[in-house]
């Protein structure tokens, strides 16, 4: 399926999420490995859950963890990316997402001093992930991200729905969006009412 933009979803921890957002057309599953985040797996099960899809990039989430933890179970895991909530200490062996605060990102001042401290611990390169809460979002916000989207890769996640994904990108003309995965009700068993509407309302005509 061809999608308006660029999709990653996280919390990747099933069988049946790798499978079907691989399947709606995600460019990449990100998995929580650090056992200091919520809904952490381990190596095993992204070496397995791997295994079942293809033509997806697989991304690791980490907070505190590290930098040589993080590069050695990117060799482990076979990852092509990283989604970081901490600056690291060191350089990374893959390009990372930088999970920022929405304050950072929309202030210029702040922006352009996290660019000028950030952009060389990241030498293979590095995009922000900003997390959004849609319902309280002014004109001037959406207009400060529209600006920094035009300084480096951008990524939306939050509260993305059906109803407001065609508006958030018309006017912030993002990267791509990180999306939310979910939990199982049973093995094999899991309710994509949610994600399958905003896939569908990203579904390219």
């Not at 401290?117 to 207009?143: C, H, W």
């Not at 989207?149 to 990180?178: K, Y």
Request: proline share 6%; glycine share 8%.
């Amino acid at each position: 399926m061809a999608l308006l933009t660029s999709v990653l979803v996280r919390g990747i921890n099933n069988l049946s999420d790798a499978r079907y957002c691989a399947g709606m057309g995600a460019d990449g599953l990100i998995f929580t490995l650090d056992p200091a985040l919520p809904g952490a797996v381990d190596a095993a099960t992204v070496r397995e859950l791997a295994g079942w899809v293809a033509g997806v990039e697989l991304i690791g989430e980490f907070d505190e963890m590290p930098v040589s933890e993080i590069n050695r179970l990117v060799e482990e895991c076979g990852l092509q990316r990283v989604l970081l909530h901490q600056r690291p200490e060191a350089p990374l062996s893959v390009p990372a997402l930088l999970h920022a605060p929405l304050f950072l990102i929309t202030s210029n001042s702040l922006r352009n001093e996290m660019l000028l401290q950030y952009s060389p611990i990241f030498p293979a390169g590095l995009g922000v992930a900003a997390s959004l809460n849609i319902d309280d979002l002014p004109e001037a916000r959406q207009e400060a991200l529209a600006e920094a989207a035009t300084q480096f890769p951008l990524w939306l996640s939050g509260a993305i729905t059906a109803d407001n994904v065609a508006g958030l990108l018309n006017a912030i003309h993002p990267a791509g969006l990180i999306l939310e995965g979910g939990n199982e009700i049973k093995p094999g068993l899991r309710d994509f009412e949610e994600l399958e509407a905003v896939f569908e309302a990203l579904e390219a005509e």
